[in-house]
């Protein structure tokens, strides 16, 4: 239920916390020894990266939904930062490669082999890692992706230990279906609401977005309630189906520019409108969806490095929550973005 571990990582000292959260989220998942052994490994080897090359930064561990046939969650570990970013990456990536005090990278090759998946993004602005763990080896890798995924970031006002806001995604034959819910308020009761929006996503995945908010209605009235959007990509007839009620952020990437997409004023749970309007989209190859509770500042600016699109979800959600705030201005509230991306066009190594 919305448990998020958000730790700053300054000193050596905040390595060890990040690996002690490590072992209690890979326990929540259900990972046996051998895969929390290797999620301890890789979350100290980026939590120490941030040490001793990027001057501190925050890793966030968070349970996360994979989408497929049964619900099981995975253990994702992200590390932010705002430091001198990678000059080589495909060198840092190399087994073996050593670093030098101007440069990232010392055992990122063996995070990449070893994690169920593995993708970061790095620039002068700063490094975003993103790694997860579930029972199973290596299935995929940045750069590789087919069909369309999703991926999010989830950060707890405060450090708390609940986040209000949840993301998760679920598929049902050709449909691919991811939602952000911010549950009313903060800490535990808000993280029941939207867990609650969660847990009826998989139950109703096989449904349009406008019929999965309206079953969400009745499953979150014992509950505060929640601003809750859909996105859902079909890819048999190539159309994007997105609707909403409450304040979910919404911007669609499609060709060469950003497009907003409107929820409907209500509460999932509470204030349910009489109609809930669908927009739809064609869904094409390089078009990336990002969904964001309201904790993301209002104006935040839309990246303009097209590479960064086709990377890894998690990576995109993270570098947005990263370059929209800052370490001086950081959120002010529960804070969740998600994405929604199609068969990449590769432009990774494209210029900003």
């Not at 890979?26 to 999620?39: K, M, N, Q, Y």
């Not at 939904?65 to 932010?80: F, L, N, W, Y």
């Not at 430091?83 to 087994?95: C, E, F, S």
């Not at 370059?323 to 959120?331: H, I, K, L, R």
């Amino acid at each position: 239920m919305g448990r998020v571990w958000d730790i700053p990582v300054h000193d050596s000292t905040r390595v060890r916390d990040v690996r002690v959260a490590v072992e209690a989220a890979s326990a929540h998942a259900r990972l046996d020894a051998h895969r929390t052994a290797v999620a301890a490994l890789v979350a100290t080897e980026l939590a120490t990266n941030l040490v001793k090359h990027a001057s501190g930064g925050r890793v966030l561990i968070d349970l996360v939904d994979r989408p497929g046939a049964t619900r099981a969650p995975a253990v994702q570990v992200a590390a932010i930062d705002y430091g001198p970013g990678i000059p080589d990456i495909t060198a840092a990536l190399r087994d073996g490669y050593s670093t030098s005090e101007a440069s990232l990278g010392a055992g990122l090759g063996t995070c990449m082999r070893i994690a169920s998946d593995f993708d970061l993004y790095s620039t002068s602005r700063g490094t975003v890692a993103v790694a997860r763990f579930d029972q199973e080896p290596a299935t995929r890798r940045e750069g590789n992706r087919q069909g369309p995924s999703a991926g999010g970031i989830n950060v707890p006002l405060g450090h708390a230990e609940h986040s209000g806001d949840a993301w998760s995604c679920a598929r049902a034959g050709s449909r691919l279906t991811l939602i952000l819910a911010d549950g009313l308020g903060h800490g535990a009761h808000a993280a029941h609401a939207s867990s609650a929006a969660a847990d009826e996503l998989h139950r109703s995945a096989h449904l349009p977005p406008e019929e999965i908010l309206r079953h969400m209605h009745p499953a979150l009235r014992p509950t505060r309630g929640a601003a809750v959007a859909v996105a859902q990509v079909d890819t048999d007839t190539g159309e994007l189906a997105f609707a909403g009620v409450g304040n979910i952020g919404a911007r669609l990437h499609a060709g060469d520019s950003w497009d907003h997409l409107v929820s409907h004023p209500g509460i999932v749970g509470a204030q349910f409108p009489a109609s809930v309007p669908v927009r739809r989209r064609p869904w094409r190859p390089g078009d990336l969806l990002v969904l964001h509770s309201d904790g993301l500042p209002s104006r935040w600016i839309p990246p303009n490095d097209l590479g960064l699109l086709a990377h890894e979800p998690a990576v995109v959600a993270a570098t947005i929550l990263r370059d929209a705030s800052s370490a001086a201005n950081p959120v002010r509230d529960d804070t969740s973005v998600a994405v929604l991306a199609s068969d990449p066009v590769d432009r990774r190594h494209d210029p900003a």
